[in-house]
Structures are given as C-alpha cells and as structure tokens.
C-alpha cells in the first residue's frame, strides 16, 4: 500500500461502503494464504474487509462476478454465512476499487461474524451434518446452461519440461523432491482425465473444508466464496465428506459417511461407489500442485515471500494427492456404507 497504511484502507472502506467514521485501528486477522483480512469497528458495527490479491486480467473479473453471482444465491436460499456487503456506488459484484497511495487496492467487505475457526483434524460429528445438509442447499440452486469448467490437468511429461531449466537460486532438493512424484502426478492425470457420465453439474461454493468454517454461537458458517463457481455435485460431496473426515490417523469412514447421510437426507445425490467418484479431488489436488509449483519457479508474478512459500505448499499439495491415490482402491467400498 505504499505510503498508507490499514487505517487509511479503514477510513476509505468504511467511506465506500457507508459504514459511518472508524472506531479504533483496524486489526489483521491471521489465516489466509491469500488475501489480507482485517476486521475494522465502526459506529456501525464491526466488519470483515478482505483485501484482495488480484489479478487486472479479463478472466480474473470474469471469475469473481461468477463467484458473486453464487455468493449471493446462496445468500438468498439461507445457507448460514456472513452477509456480503455492496458498495455504495454499484460496480462489479460487491467488490470497490479504491484509490490507497500509489494505486487501486480491491476490497469486499462482509458483516462480522464472531467465531473460532475449526480444527483440520478431528472435526466435532455435529458439524459433519451440518456440511452435509449445507452442500444439499447448495447443490440445488439454478444452474446457469453449460458445463462445470474443468481446469486442465496436466501430463507428467509437461512438468517434467517445467523443472528442466528451472531458476537459478531453486535448490536442487525441491527439484528432486517434485520429480519424485512425477510418476503419482502420472496416475493421478489418467483418473482425473476420465470423468463419469452421471455427474450432475452444480452452482457451488468449490472449496468446502475445514478452513472455511467458523462455528459460531447459533451455528457453522461457510466462509471465503471467492472460488465459487460451476462444479459437479458429486465431487464436492467427495471432497468435502473427505475433509472433515480427517483425523490423526488418517480419514475416519464414520465421519465420511456421516457427512453424505446427512447430504442424502437433505436431498443430495446418491453417488455410484467408483475410484471415477474421486477423481474430482485428484483434479483439485493435482491443479493445486500445478499453480504452486508455478509460483515456486517464478513462473507467477509473487513476491519473494510467497515465492519462498510456495516451495513447501507445493510438496504439501504433492504430498495430498499421493496419499489420495493410495486410498482409491479402499474409499469407493466407503459409498456402500
């Protein structure tokens, strides 16, 4: 932000968004990989403002007004999450663009919701209902004509030729450390690229995990839309029983069905038990992978900082898919359950 600084960024937030004067100095609020988050107090209220880590490409905008679009839908049909704020000039979803310092800084802003964040392992069994009934609500919103856009997964020959002339200060050991699981990105590439014929298409949230769960006093909210946009039911279903299935131990088959009961008994899909149902999570998995290691080899506009820590959220996201293919001969027996 230059010159400015988060007090700035409050006072011209709580200008845009008609908030009233600021109350205090704003606070970070620590979690995100991201985007900065900071919860601002004024005569109103107290507010979550999320600066946003953009893009100024078409397909970046494009994205974000189709996870708008879903943000809100989902907000009229009752799902339990913060209220989504609209500027007080109409633009591009609820997202301004304020002048801070020396340029443009992108904000959304959301009513605070007070909360502690979930656990990534050992998530309490009420909640996996929750998740499960949560994902019926979405799955039957209006889904616009087309198909879920599915990113491409790429070959293992493509990343091999990524990692051949990588940048100079790149340490040899996360070279190696990737090219070891060249032949899982291998096998992970051929399931994923092999996607069933009953797949129903859905408007989704895309990123439903522990992470993105606040349990609040009256109940759990769905946080960080972002992402949301077309998907297939199944898939998130899969990934998300997965999710919050995850324990010390590895997954609890308990929790996994748990989660899916409660998806059928809100009206969810009854899904065919095939390794083809977790395919979508090797697509995630593997994709995320992708983009981190094109962060790791500058191959990205990142900053140093998030250059450096994309080497060890790479291995992590290699790390999660050759776990995931270990499991696909065990998880689809889990669909009979």
Same mark, same amino acid.
């Given at each position: ?76 049909? *009752? %799902? #339990?999450?913060?209220? +989504? !704020?609209? &500027?007080?000039?109409?633009? @591009?979803?609820? /997202?301004? =663009?304020? $002048? ?45 004509? *087309? %198909? #879920?856009?599915?990113? +491409? !997964?790429? &070959?293992?020959?493509?990343? @091999?030729?990524? /990692?051949? =002339?990588? $940048? ?46 606040? %349990?609040?006093?009256?109940? +759990? ?6 992402? @949301? ?66 962060? @790791? ?41």
């Amino acid at each position: 932000m230059g010159a400015s600084g988060p007090a700035d960024l409050a006072a011209a937030v709580a200008a845009a968004f008609g908030l009233g004067p600021v109350r205090g100095q704003p606070r970070s609020v620590p979690g995100g990989r991201s985007h900065l988050l900071w919860q601002v107090r004024t005569s109103t209220g107290r507010w979550a403002v999320k600066q946003l880590n953009r893009s100024r490409e078409p397909w970046w905008l494009a994205d974000y007004l189709v996870a708008a679009g879903v943000e809100a839908a989902a907000f009229r049909a *009752g %799902v #339990a999450m913060p209220r +989504p !704020v609209p &500027p007080l000039r109409p633009g @591009a979803g609820t /997202l301004a =663009d304020l $002048p801070i310092g020396a340029g443009l800084v992108s904000v959304l802003v959301h009513e605070w919701c007070p909360g502690r964040p979930l656990p990534d392992l050992d998530v309490p069994a009420a909640v996996a209902d929750w998740v499960g009934a949560t994902l019926a609500v979405l799955h039957a919103l209006p889904v616009e004509p *087309g %198909v #879920a856009q599915q990113y +491409p !997964v790429y &070959p293992a020959d493509e990343w @091999a030729v990524w /990692l051949r =002339d990588p $940048p100079a200060e790149t340490s040899a050991g996360f070279l190696a450390a990737v090219r070891d699981y060249l032949p899982d990105v291998d096998r992970a590439e051929r399931v994923a690229n092999q996607p069933p014929g009953w797949l129903t298409p859905v408007r989704t949230h895309r990123d439903v995990k522990p992470d993105n769960v606040l %349990v609040t006093p009256d109940t +759990p909210i769905l946080v960080d839309w972002d992402g @949301a946009g077309p998907d297939f039911a199944e898939w998130e279903a899969i990934r998300a029983a997965l999710a919050f299935s995850r324990t010390r131990a590895g997954w609890d088959r308990v929790q996994f069905g748990r989660t899916l009961r409660a998806y059928r008994a809100a009206g969810g899909r009854q899904i065919p038990p095939e390794p083809a149902a977790f395919a979508g999570l090797l697509r995630a998995q593997v994709g995320a992978a992708a983009w981190l290691l094109w962060r @790791a080899l500058g191959h990205r506009p990142v900053t140093p900082p998030e250059r450096a820590a994309a080497h060890g959220h790479t291995l992590e996201a290699l790390a999660d898919m050759r776990a995931s293919l270990g499991q696909l001969t065990v998880w689809p027996h889990w669909l009979t359950d």
